[in-house]
């Protein structure tokens, strides 16, 4: 991982160079203009809800709010990584989102997503073995100096290609998952009481 982004990432995340952050932008971009990407639904570096995950049914991808980019800022888009597995995991692509401060409510459809790795154009689920240890997931957000034509359905390298070369600020927020293990849990027929 480039050393500048190791300064931005909470140091236990893995140094995973497949980022799409670590391909697309740069020290200077990270917070350019005071961009800054937070979630009502878990603090920086903190844990992800199960209701935004697979070990929650009805889960829902979690919600997103962005102060306003830089000015010459065309288009906003979001990709969501998980930095503990090869690839990395593709959670989310998400294009189309005005140039201003704004938000993604939890659950709610983007204007435009693409295929997560998967090969889905929804919120890919974290569905993590239960003997893994806590996996980081990056939610990153890129200010765009033009508006994107990829229609929904786009390829994460889709998406990486036209968003190479026109990224002018960069955020990113983090937050760690780890498989619950309730469900492992059995009674112990041994000591039922039940005739």
Excluded at 125 to 147: E, N, S
Excluded at 152 to 160: D, K, N, S
Excluded at 169 to 175: D, H, I, K, Y
Aim: glycine share 8%; charged share 25%.
């Amino acid at each position: 991982m480039a050393d500048w982004l190791a300064s931005v990432l909470p140091a236990d995340t893995p140094a995973n160079p497949g980022l799409t952050i670590a391909r697309l932008a740069s020290e200077k971009m990270m917070g350019r203009g005071g961009l800054k990407l937070t979630s009502p639904a878990f603090a920086a570096g903190g844990e992800l809800d199960p209701c935004f995950t697979a070990d929650e049914e009805d889960a829902v991808a979690p919600p997103l709010e962005w102060t306003a980019p830089p000015p010459g800022a065309m288009e906003m888009a979001v990709i969501v990584e998980d930095a503990s597995s090869d690839g990395p995991t593709c959670h989310w692509a998400v294009w189309g989102l005005s140039a201003q401060k704004g938000k993604l409510l939890e659950g709610e459809t983007p204007p435009r997503v693409g295929k997560n790795s998967l090969g889905d154009s929804e919120w890919l689920l974290p569905a993590l073995p239960k003997d893994d240890p806590p996996h980081t997931f990056v939610f990153q957000l890129f200010a765009l100096d033009l508006p994107l034509t990829l229609m929904p359905g786009a390829t994460r390298e889709q998406l990486f290609e036209a968003l190479e070369g026109h990224v002018v600020a960069a955020a990113v927020l983090t937050a760690t998952y780890q498989a619950s293990d309730q469900d492992d849990e059995a009674w112990d027929d041994d000591d039922d009481d039940f005739a």
